[in-house]
């Protein structure tokens, strides 16, 4: 079911872009920002993929995670690896985008997610701007964003905030 819907809604998507392309290319730049604002959040509504996880987490997510951080905001931000804008824009200047490769690259590049704290969220937002966007990696590091690779099957005892696998972490990473 999920999967059918993922296919299905990238089918329709690269067809709204192939149509929209034309208008697009003919429009002022505050009605191009629209646009590639539509297409982003189309692309936040398709269903995430059962491996849409990247696998990585922040280090300030851990920490907040832990329970000794007495913190109680603990909660973890889904950050799309590529700003959906900026996906918005690669997509309209792909002239070969066929449904296929629209889930192609939903599934490998668009739908990818990292988990980070809402202010780190926030803090990235400003290296994810079209006129300074260069990588996903570089905007992390610009906005002082460490990431750490986790096993997927912690996840759920970090989100549980399990003293022992969150200090596992920690641990191995510094």
């Not at 290319?25 to 990247?54: R, S």
């Not at 700003?83 to 990818?112: C, D, H, S, V, W």
């Amino acid at each position: 079911m999920r999967e059918e819907k993922i296919r299905l809604h990238c089918s329709a998507l690269a067809k709204i872009i192939t149509e929209i392309r034309p208008i697009y290319n003919q429009v002022e730049a505050a009605q191009q920002a629209l646009i590639e604002t539509m297409i982003g959040a189309a692309i936040w509504y398709i269903p995430k993929p059962p491996n849409a996880w990247t696998g990585k987490i922040s280090r300030k997510a851990l920490q907040r995670l832990h329970p000794d951080s007495h913190t109680s905001s603990w909660k973890l931000s889904e950050e799309h690896v590529y700003p959906r804008k900026i996906a918005a824009q690669q997509l309209l200047k792909n002239l070969q985008l066929t449904p296929e490769e629209m889930e192609r690259l939903f599934r490998e590049e668009y739908g990818r997610l990292h988990y980070i704290t809402p202010d780190e969220n926030k803090g990235v937002i400003r290296f994810q701007k079209a006129e300074v966007f260069t990588t996903p990696e570089a905007a992390y590091h610009q906005a002082g964003i460490d990431l750490i690779a986790v096993e997927p099957a912690d996840l759920k005892e970090i989100k549980n905030r399990s003293r022992e696998v969150i200090n596992k972490y920690l641990k191995k990473y510094g």
